[in-house]
DNA sequence: TACGGTCCATACTAGCGGGTATGGAAGTGT
DNA sequence: ACACTTCCATACCCGCTAGTATGGACCGTA
């Protein structure tokens, strides 16, 4: 096999999952169909079925590529801030705009959560992804802690509380359009922070 | 029409209402087919097309059996206790409960979301249960309130915070079998009563 | 030049399930 | 006794889509 070959095997097969993902974003998993996939992708269905096996061998290549965009997106906040409490300022704010703002990221994560229910393995993905976001957030409260500035008690238990929260606040938000003002966002943003810090 | 035949065509189409709602808090909306629907409640798909005119109005009409079992549920917990305070720890018990250990719970409320932001009648419907539990609680922390023991300054941006948590915890219950051990459960009852609460 | 692997398109199958057409049994009003 | 309505069953249609069968163009290799 030749390394253009395999560039190409792998830039279509990622290709086909990003498409997937941006398709399952917009309508939900059950609504797009294959051949919207592979159009999107350039190819046809029956192209697809060389790079996949099935729909859902799909479905989590597209939970992979989520899972990748939130952790590039989180690290670059956080690369912008040197103090450990602006970090995770920063990173509660993203993840608030992610969640009153983008509607696409509502709709994967809510078709997502259908599916984490019915499927052990799309299950096992989120758990992992979970975990990585815990850590992660808990990585920044020790940095909090290790600075002296602040002393947070239970870091694991408040970060569970701040992303509960943070799911609620997603459900909310596709009801009340006045989570999205300016103002009640950095408000929710501020009583994150607090949350997270275990106020 | 006799008042026989009125009974009975009520209640064939609430059974049908009911054994949907069942099935589909076991499997989703997608994967119940109305042939499974009408053979719980003992009749044909023919039969089920004479009561209902698609699936969509079974799906609506299995929704208002969810929130009228909800707000059922509520006012008998509520009407076992006098003070409000205690009210207030009951209801947050007995929805904790139903986030923690009821999984059909769980599936149903997952899958409606789903469906919340695709239906436009399916979203009315939501924000109109929302609303309600939301103004159900509100009148707990009133009469806490009016009671004179604590004064609470928000109830209503408290009671929006105690709703996000409990969401939150719906779905970290899906992948953590730990919040279910008795241990965690009081430790969350009490975390919530303090949110609702303002704390 | 012959061969085998890679990647893709075209055309097709299969079966599932929402919805319909139709008829019939039982009860009701006159 | 007659028509009429209600409620249900049987049988059927039809659109849709996941998945398959097949063949061909291209490329590296011997």
Known sequence: MAATSVLSK??????????AF????ESGFKEVK???????????KGSFYWHYDS??????????????LWFEAARKTVSTKNDPLEQLEA??????????????????????????????EVKAGWQCFYRNV????????????????FFIENPAENIDWLLSAVEGIKQRAVIDPDLCR???R???????VTIALGG
């Open 10 to 19: 792998d830039s279509m097969k990622e290709s086909l999952a990003k498409s």
């Open 22 to 25: 941006e398709l399952f974003s």
């Open 34 to 44: 294959l051949e919207q996939v592979a159009a999107r992708a350039g190819v046809t």
């Open 55 to 68: 729909k859902k061998s799909l479905i989590l290549a597209s939970c992979d590529c989520y899972y990748k």
């Open 91 to 120: 990173v509660i704010q993203l993840t608030t705009e992610q969640c009153l703002l983008d509607e696409k990221n509502r709709i994967f994560t809510t078709e997502l959560f259908s599916l984490v229910i019915q499927d052990a």
């Open 134 to 149: 815990h850590r992660f957030y808990c990585d920044i409260l020790d940095r909090i802690n290790a600075s002296g500035k």
């Open 182 to 184: 300016a103002q009640a």
């Open 186 to 192: 950095d408000h929710i943003v501020r009583k994150l």
